[in-house]
């Protein structure tokens, strides 16, 4: 089970499918030095067809899938098995994004099958009640973000961050909270980590930048001091 003050603060980098192969491994041999450099714990999403090329080559990110499925081995041509991606070096994994939605019969199933194989999960929620419902499930980390803030460059308001800190916490007090949607400036993280977040992530603040990995690096910094000020 994920203790937030063993993995806080964190940032997601998630290039989704703007970026792969050779671009995407520049990008994580940087976040690689960034989160040493930084301590701040980076769950960099790749698609799957990556994941062992990254994996093999960096050291200190959380290599994340972008998704997974409850299969067991056996049959099932064509879905995605659990036990692949943790083989070819998955140490997280996103589930239920906006993208990607699951039921939650098939978000519990997976869910199990993660833990069965030590892979972290990160599961998104667009509502508070839907983070408060997610949190029910035990999830490593819940990332609350509202589905219409997507890639808007747009940010929630401080009364969605501070409820969905205040209700998730009311749920689990251990579980780790990302709030993001809408994330693009160094700024937009500071405010979600000093609200209560423990982390943020971004996509297209990352991808749309004339330097992505000198945008992860402001974040990453970011985050980190807004962490720092909630503690003194």
Not at 94 to 111: D, G, K, Q, V
Not at 119 to 148: H, N, Q
Not at 189 to 198: E, I, K, S
Request: aromatic share 6%; with cysteine; charged share 25%.
């Amino acid at each position: 089970m994920y203790k937030k003050e063993a993995f806080s603060p964190f940032m997601a980098v998630n290039p989704k499918s703007y970026f792969w192969g050779k671009t995407i491994l520049e990008l994580a041999l940087q976040c690689d030095k960034i989160a040493e450099e930084t301590g701040v714990t980076i769950y960099f999403t790749c698609p799957f067809t990556d994941i062992r090329m990254v994996k093999e080559a960096t050291k200190i990110i959380q290599v994340t899938a972008q998704g997974m499925e409850a299969l067991r081995p056996g049959r099932g041509i064509g879905h995605i098995l659990p036990e692949s991606l943790k083989e070819a070096g998955a140490d997280a994994v996103f589930l239920n994004h906006a993208e990607n939605p699951m039921t939650i019969s098939e978000l519990y199933r997976t869910m199990r099958r993660a833990k069965e194989l030590d892979i972290f999960t990160i599961v998104c929620a667009d509502s508070v009640a839907e983070a408060k419902a997610i949190a029910m499930l035990e999830p490593d980390i819940v990332l609350a973000e509202p589905t219409d803030l997507i890639g808007t460059g747009e940010t929630a308001d401080d009364s969605y961050i501070k409820d969905t800190v205040r209700e998730i916490r009311a749920v689990d007090p251990d579980v780790g909270i990302m709030i993001a949607s809408g994330i693009t400036t160094a700024e937009d993280c500071y405010r979600v980590v000093a609200l209560g977040a423990d982390g943020t992530g971004s996509t297209s603040g990352v991808v749309k930048a004339d330097n992505p990995a000198q945008r992860v690096r402001e974040m990453c910094e970011a985050v980190k001091k807004a962490h720092q000020t909630k503690e003194q």
